[in-house]
């Protein structure tokens, strides 16, 4: 069997891909055509084929592991063409999870996860170390799973299972058909969160369907939007798919809130920081009042000794001498972490009313200040990551944000 | 003397119990026949509905040929077999061939509708889950599909075996031993008590077929299998260590 830790991730590469179904069984219901795909999936990534029904995304998916074979074109995973391999042997080398996670009814837990292992004729020891280790990995206690059926498990945790199943031999390449589509939106959010936690340690190539644009977004470091008849519209990053979507098609397939979208695509520290007149407690007031009423923003933010931000002091309520007590500030404008999204941060600061949020590192130090206008300048359509940084810097200067003190 | 005293008169006089026509011997013809006639008819029906029910070809014929089977009378079978068995050895074609025949016959359509439907039944998704990963066919058909088929496909293995053991009685009327010896004799020599015997007999070992293929089905099915469709009360649905982002 192949050392594990020789197997990195796959290339995957469509090469002119087409699948036609006669016009009979297409009428039957037919799996989707698919038309002159060409893409390569670069190594580790994970690539989103999202569409609307029959746009031939899960066929696309399929033609990989050869569950379909296609009409015309090559598809090649590391530089060779599929075709040549015994089907067989290809499967066992690719991860597959499906929606309905077709976990054997009739095996524990153990055992579904030692499928493919099993297959490959691992020695039983290693079969049940694996599996043991996959559970763990997936969240779940193998102790307490391992010889559980999976009729006694949640939807949640079956598809667990099943990822864990998929990734059983260690494969450098995983095809997930919807595979979160079967469960809530709550365990959906999880499920999905912690994929991506996985897969950053992983960093596996994955090809994953879904017909969900906003789980497309989420889960893609590249995106295929493709429409009925098995064309490809657009294939790009999700934030360019969002910012610049290729054709009407894509454009009413990502949705009227596309911008919104995009905004749980950025992170606060993808923006530039607003500056701010800081002081710390018990500085003198006269100099830091002086220095607030020589800035366009009429607020003082007060620090503590390790400028961790306490609240804010309106310039007409720095008292002309003495020193800087606290109990002037007001801690008005939510913390925000140089991880959180915009949409998270957006959502705190109209949560608190206010126009500014703080934007802290991991000690609670003070980073500067994010507007209300930085993330709209963000939002602007022609906004590449250039762009958004400069708009921020002029929006944030010129405006006169209403943050918090008397409010 | 009434039936019963008569039939327990019967059952428990010690010359019923030895010889080549006591109940030890006809019991063991019987259960003989029975077994032979079931292998055979395993051997053709349930490699046919395993494969019909794993490629979904040829359902059609097969349900075409169990209707049949099951439309056909034992005793018309036996009647028509006669001249052919006779032909293929004279002295077992006149006596134990053609009852052979007839059980064959009638045992094939259980077995082969439950098989394929069973296994057609599985969900197509754990099928599809298994050729993903790289199973064959075969493995397919021997590690998910029949596993998980099992109760249905043994459950026409069991009608079949309850069915032949009735059926062998009729046997008797043309030759063949068994436990319809009993009844056919019994009825030749007016001896009640020897007729509701055999027909004890009988009642008592497709009875306990009935159990024992049975407990085969409880102890072959896997406790995954279980319960179908209802989940287990004791649910553990501990929160994942992971915690999402």
Known sequence: MPDQAARGAAIVEYQHVSKSYATARAARGAPGAVNDLSLTVPAGKICVLVGPSGCGKTTSLKMVNRLIEPTSGRILIDGADIAGRDATELRREIGYVIQQVGLFPHQTIGANVAVVPRLLGWPAARQRERAEELLALVGLDPALYRDRYPAQLSGGERQRVGVARALAADPPLMLMDEPFGAVDPIVRERLQNEFLRLQAELAKTILFVTHDIDEAIKMGDLVAVMQVGGHLEQFAPPAEILAAPASEFVADFVGADRGLKRLSLTRVSELALHPVVTARVGDPAEGARARTLADPFPYLLLLDASDRPIGWISQGHIPATGALAASLATPMSPLLDRRTTLKDALSMMLDADVQTGIVVDRTGRLRGVLTVEAIAAALRPSADPEVIASATAAGGASAAPQSGADA | ?245
């Open chain 2, 1 to 245: 003397m009434n039936l019963v005293t008569e039939t327990a008169a019967w059952l428990t006089n010690p010359a019923q119990w030895a010889g080549q026509s006591g109940i030890p011997n006809r019991l063991l013809e019987h259960v003989l026949i029975a077994s032979i006639s079931l292998g055979i008819a395993l051997l053709l029906a349930l490699p046919a509905g395993l494969a019909i029910g794993h490629t979904g070809r040829g359902a059609a014929v097969a349900a075409g040929v169990a209707n049949l089977g099951r439309s056909l009378p034992s005793l018309a079978v036996i009647a028509i077999a006669i001249p052919v068995t006779v032909l293929v050895d004279p002295v077992l074609g006149g006596t134990v061939l053609p009852t052979l025949v007839a059980m064959v016959v009638l045992a094939i359509p259980p077995i082969l509708v439950n098989a394929y439907t069973g296994i057609a039944e599985v969900d197509r998704d754990l099928v599809e889950a298994g050729r993903g990963m790289g199973m064959r066919e075969r493995e397919i058909l021997a590690g998910i599909e029949l596993p998980v088929a099992l109760p249905v496909v043994l459950g026409g293995v069991r009608s079949a075996a309850v069915q032949i053991v009735a059926t062998a009685t009729l046997g008797a009327i043309f030759g063949s031993g068994g436990l319809g010896r009993f009844l056919v004799d019994g009825i030749a020599q007016n001896d009640d008590g020897q007729v509701f015997g055999g027909v004890v007999l009988v009642a008592g070992l497709a009875i306990a077929t009935e159990v024992a293929v049975g407990l085969l089905e409880r102890l072959a099915r896997s406790p995954g299998l279980r319960a179908p469709g209802a989940r287990p009360a004791t649910e553990l649905a501990p929160p994942s260590p992971l915690r999402g982002a």
